[in-house]
Nanobody
Framework: QVQLVESGGGLVHAGESLKLSCAAT????????MAWYRQAPGKERELVAA???????YYPDSVKGRFTISSDVPKKMLYLQMDDLKPEDAAAYYC?????????WGQGAQVTVSS
């Protein structure tokens, strides 16, 4: 069974940085188009970054220039560097495949940003 374990969340002030990590079992990072998502209370889950197996990134306008997605295939790890964090970035962050069918969601990494 594939497992996803996110870590690295925390409480920061606006303008500060955090780096999230995602440990994926099996060969997902090597073989799948991976992504980071976030979900704030009362809101739908949204895509914040994606990376192809060739390393090509995608970012929506809301985080472009501030977030950087990367992967380490041998370590089966996915990362999300978040710079210049804003209060609206506060959410639970999850990693998973870019497209359905998703694998079981992990517990997420909680990010809190104080203004």
């Amino acid at each position: 069974q594939v497992q996803l374990v996110e870590s690295g969340g925390g409480l920061v002030h606006a303008g500060e940085s955090l780096k999230l990590s995602c440990a994926a079992t099996a060969g997902m990072v090597a073989s799948d188009y991976m992504a980071w998502y976030r979900q704030a209370p009362g809101k739908e889950r949204e895509l914040v970054a994606a990376i192809t197996t060739d390393g090509a990134p995608y970012y929506p306008d809301s985080v472009k220039g501030r977030f950087t997605i990367s992967s380490d295939v041998p370590k089966k790890m996915l990362y999300l560097q978040m710079d210049d964090l804003k209060p609206e970035d506060a959410a639970a962050y999850y990693c998973n495949k870019r497209f359905r069918p998703y694998v079981s969601w992990g517990q997420g990494a909680q990010v809190t940003v104080s203004s």
